[in-house]
T-cell receptor
Framework: GAVVSQHPSRVICKSGTSVKIECRSL??????MFWYRQFPKQSLMLMAT?????????EQGVEKDKFLINHASLTLSTLTVTSAHPEDSSFYIC????????????FGPGTRLTVL | AQSVTQPDIHITVSEGASLELRCNYS??????LFWYVQSPGQGLQLLLK??????LVQGIKGFEAEFKRSQSSFNLRKPSVHWSDAAEYFC??????????????FGKGTTLSVSS
């Protein structure tokens, strides 16, 4: 149980385009999901907290107009990187809170974004 | 300030030898503590967690960790390392419910290499 999926696992796009990443909790409902960004050989940095049915809460320094988060249902949150630039290239990981132990985050496998 | 410190950036252990990965935290409230493991290009897998009760917690894959409040530590141990344990290990601290602003705070990670 407590499986979180992400799609796509890898995406390459041209500069200026937008990319949508999906995060799904497969076997549980998650009222709260988190989006993290990880640079090579670095730790995870929280970007935003996504609550179902409400606006996401962004961490300081994260542009909410660039990183659009939608948590439309209890099993799906999406992160859209708008007008992507090479500096947005990174590993994006989502996590979902719940799955029976509501104080535990379960992580997706991550999405590798490369912007050319 | 809330923080997690993993003093060892890289550790190499011989296969079959014992392992201890260090983690120290600074957190204002009662911490919930986690250890996650990440294989290259993958998401994070929960190894174990401490919420309350017995300060020695058992996890998956033969790992255990001990919470020492007096030392603000939550070190991860394994009595006999296998080659498949080579990965990146993250210690994290969080608050109950993972509410916005109190999501997981990660250490910078420790890379474990296993020599034959």
């Amino acid at each position: 149980g407590a499986v979180v999926s992400q799609h796509p696992s890898r995406v390459i796009c041209k500069s200026g385009t937008s990319v949508k990443i999906e995060c799904r909790s497969l076997d549980f409902q998650a009222t709260t999901m988190f989006w993290y960004r990880q640079f090579p050989k670095q730790s995870l940095m929280l970007m935003a907290t996504s609550n179902e049915g409400s606006k996401a809460t962004y961490e300081q320094g994260v542009e909410k107009d660039k990183f659009l988060i939608n948590h439309a249902s209890l099993t799906l949150s999406t992160l859209t990187v708008t007008s992507a630039h090479p500096e947005d290239s990174s590993f994006y990981i989502c996590s979902a809170l719940g799955g029976g132990a509501t104080d535990t985050q379960y992580f997706g496998p991550g999405t590798r974004l490369t912007v050319l | 300030a809330q923080s997690v410190t993993q003093p060892d950036i890289h550790i190499t252990v011989s296969e079959g030898a014992s392992l201890e990965l260090r983690c120290n935290y600074s957190y204002g409230a009662t911490p919930y503590l986690f250890w996650y493991v990440q294989s290259p290009g993958q998401g994070l897998q929960l190894l174990l967690k401490y919420f309350s009760g017995d300060t020695l917690v058992q996890g998956i894959k033969g790992f255990e960790a001990e919470f020492k409040r007096s030392q603000s530590s939550f070190n991860l141990r394994k009595p006999s390392v296998h080659w498949s344990d080579a990965a990146e290990y993250f210690c994290a601290v969080g608050a109950k419910g993972g509410q916005a602003g109190t999501a997981l705070i990660f250490g910078k990670g420790t890379t474990l290499s296993v020599s034959s």
